[in-house]
């Protein structure tokens, strides 16, 4: 049963454009979210984060949006660059629960130049 | 720089033959956590560890154990591997174990069973 999920393996983007990276979960209960980011031969890093009290968070190029009635997540990087090709894993927990996180599958994203 | 250590980078074992794979942080971190990653599936939660307290979580398998001998150690032993148990075994730590507590990973350990 998988409580978070990452529907697009892969993303293609232009370098300069807009990169959208989509999460859904399952789970209601959920109430903080995270990005990681992950290079090849290196462990995840985290990226972003939101709590489920807000609906947009934002870090220089990187935003994530919350629409905790639709059950969905997204982060946006803009403007992407070449330096932004990497796995992203979008996760969540449960205050109760401590930091036990769950993650989904993962997106490759490839920005092209 | 303070970091997250795993050895070895890539580790092979027979069917059934008992392995061990290690964990080290320089980051004084008081929780400490394996995570087991199939191919192309999300990094699932085996186990995690605050300070001495041991928490396993319900649908870890009894052939998953971990060991933390000192703050600084964490390992994972895996009694008698089966096929299935081919992943990349990822440990992480973070400071607390509160909900907005950042978890720090390792490059990982990839198993092979042959």
């Known amino acids: 049963d998988q409580q978070v999920k990452q529907n697009s393996p892969s993303l293609s983007v232009q370098e300069g454009r807009i990169s959208i990276l989509n999460c859904d979960y399952t789970n209601s209960m959920f109430d903080y979210f995270l990005w990681y980011k992950k290079y090849p031969a290196e462990g995840p890093t985290f990226l972003i984060s939101?709590?489920?009290?807000?609906d947009k968070n934002e870090d220089g190029r990187f935003t994530v949006f919350l629409n905790k009635s639709a059950k969905h997540l997204s982060l946006h990087i803009v403007p992407s660059q070449p330096g932004d090709s990497a796995v992203y894993f979008c996760?969540?927990?449960?205050?109760?629960?401590?930091?036990?996180?769950?993650f989904g599958a993962g997106t490759i994203l490839r920005v092209k130049s | 720089d303070a970091m997250v250590i795993q050895n070895p980078r890539y580790q092979v074992t027979q069917f059934g033959k008992p392995v061990t794979l290690s964990c080290s942080q320089t980051l004084n971190h008081n929780v400490m956590y394996w995570y087991q990653q199939k191919s192309s599936q999300a990094p699932k939660l085996l186990f995690h560890y605050y300070d001495k307290d041991f928490n396993n979580e319900a649908d870890t398998p009894d052939n998953f154990q971990s060991r933390r001998p000192n703050t600084s150690f964490c390992f994972l032993d895996i009694r008698s591997p089966g096929l299935g148990d081919a992943a990349m075994y990822l440990c992480?730590?973070?400071?607390?174990?509160?909900?907005?507590?950042?978890?720090?990973f390792g490059p990982g350990t990839r198993l092979l069973v042959l």
């Open positions: 992480a730590t973070s400071r607390a174990s509160g909900a907005q507590e950042t978890q720090y």
């Open positions: 939101i709590s489920s009290i807000k």
């Open positions: 996760a969540a927990s449960r205050a109760e629960y401590g930091n036990k996180l769950v």
